[in-house]
């Protein structure tokens, strides 16, 4: 184990795939440098997708390549970079349930309409074995949400609500400050060994341990409101 005890297929400086045995693959797509998630449930060979973009070729030929069967796609949010693929996922499999947040589905249109499963801070989504909490994170987008599991240890996707020592912007439509604060409050209290699994690739680093953020993250050191606002 790696001083920030992250596994090793989450603590290289690029994203690495799947690995044999591993309940999560970390995929670095598009020019946003998104980051695109399988959950991976080995005993059952089920299989779900966080924030799909739209060239999925790596991430679906190692589905495949390993037998596993796609059973869901859950998004943080709906703004455009998170969303590009669920239209080809649909076409493939149409009865696809696409889990979000009722508040952001209003940005979906056309075929996800029919897949979507709106979610509620709290519920529990299983992917074969693995129960996938969701955690209502709003202050970047409104119904935003980060999803959290454990398997051998505790896993949060934070989509942007959460950087590798930041956060997302709050000066969208419906961002805030205030619900930004709240969010970020919530996820300190998690386990403190919990793997941050963000959404985007903006420093070198491609996975957190949340400890290591609370120490250094300046946003997760703010201790209100005020605080979080005057950041750069």
């Known amino acids: 184990m790696l001083p920030e005890h992250l596994p090793t297929h989450l603590a ?11 309940p999560v693959a970390q995929f ?20 779900a997708i966080v924030d799909p973009q739209s060239d999925l070729g790596e991430p679906l030929s190692a589905l495949r390549e390993n037998g596993f069967e796609l059973v869901g796609i859950f ?9 590009a693929g669920v239209p080809k996922l649909l076409k493939l499999l149409p009865a696809l349930p696409v889990y979000v947040h009722p508040t952001d589905a209003r940005r979906l249109h056309g ?9 509620q801070d709290g519920q529990v989504v299983p992917v074969g074995s693995i129960d996938v909490r969701v955690m209502h994170t709003p202050g970047h987008s409104a119904g935003e949400c980060s999803y959290f599991f454990s398997r ?6 934070t989509g942007d609500t ?36 963000p ?19 300046p946003p997760l050191r703010c201790a209100s409101v005020g605080e979080l606002a005057s950041l750069p």
């Open 12 to 22: 290289a400086h690029e994203a690495l795939g799947l690995r044999d045995q591993e």
């Open 28 to 47: 670095e797509l598009g020019s946003f440098r998104n980051f695109i998630y399988l959950i991976l449930d080995w005993k059952t060979k089920k299989a």
């Open 75 to 83: 998004l943080t949010h709906t703004h455009h970079d998170h969303i």
């Open 111 to 119: 075929d996800p309409l029919g897949s979507v499963h709106p979610l």
């Open 152 to 157: 051998g240890r505790d896993y949060l996707f």
């Open 162 to 197: 959460l950087f590798i020592r930041d956060c997302g912007r709050t000066d969208f439509e419906d961002g805030s400050n205030d619900q930004m604060f709240a969010s970020l409050q919530r996820i300190k209290a998690l386990p403190p060994d919990t793997v941050i699994l």
């Open 199 to 217: 959404g985007h690739h903006y420093v070198k680093e491609c996975a957190s341990v949340l400890s290591k953020e609370i120490a250094e993250s």
